[in-house]
């Protein structure tokens, strides 16, 4: 059996990346369009969660408005990111329990690594995760 593997551009990793260090206390969320199975453009979205350290919640209009820009460049939805602050990059129960997009990666960054940021992608279908190996590819 092939393991499925994502490429994601160094360009949106590091964006990525540098949205967590940004907000190192609170889980920073968004989503992230694609062209033909390809990320292409990030969307952060505000976390609206009543506690922002331990889950995340997107905007809802900011995600609509996300939704909206993505069809308009001709986008579908390719992933849905948030951070662990204190956790480490791999799904929580409330994650499972919230995943509603089977068809989209879910990113997880852990800023729970000793100095070293860890990011690993997820698909989550009915409450299981599976994880997806992630490529750096250049811009």
Same mark, same amino acid.
């Given at each position: 059996?092939? $393991?499925?593997?994502?490429?994601?551009?160094?360009?949106?990793?590091? $964006?990525?990346?540098?949205?967590?260090? $940004?907000? @190192?206390? $609170?889980?920073?969320?968004? *989503?992230?369009?694609? +062209? /033909?199975?390809?990320?292409?453009?990030?969307?952060?979205? /505000?976390?609206?969660?009543? +506690?922002?350290?331990?889950?995340?919640?997107?905007?809802?209009?900011?995600?609509?408005?996300?939704?909206? /820009?993505?069809?308009?460049?001709?986008?579908?939805?390719?992933?849905?990111?948030?951070?662990? @602050? !204190? =956790?480490?990059?791999? @799904?929580?129960?409330?994650?499972?329990?919230?995943?509603?997009?089977?068809?989209?990666?879910?990113?997880?960054?852990? *800023? /729970?690594? +000793?100095?070293?940021?860890?990011?690993?992608?997820?698909?989550?279908?009915? +409450? !299981? =995760?599976?994880?997806?190996?992630?490529? *750096?590819?250049?811009?």
């Amino acid at each position: 059996m092939t $393991q499925e593997e994502i490429h994601i551009s160094r360009k949106i990793t590091n $964006q990525l990346l540098h949205l967590a260090q $940004q907000s @190192p206390d $609170q889980e920073v969320c968004g *989503l992230i369009g694609g +062209k /033909n199975g390809l990320p292409t453009r990030c969307y952060p979205i /505000n976390n609206i969660a009543e +506690k922002p350290g331990q889950r995340f919640q997107l905007d809802p209009s900011q995600q609509i408005a996300a939704m909206a /820009n993505m069809r308009d460049q001709g986008e579908e939805l390719f992933a849905i990111y948030h951070s662990h @602050p !204190t =956790a480490p990059a791999e @799904p929580s129960a409330i994650d499972l329990e919230l995943a509603a997009y089977p068809d989209a990666l879910y990113l997880i960054i852990s *800023l /729970n690594t +000793k100095g070293i940021l860890e990011m690993r992608g997820f698909r989550i279908e009915q +409450k !299981t =995760a599976r994880e997806i190996a992630l490529a *750096l590819s250049e811009d």
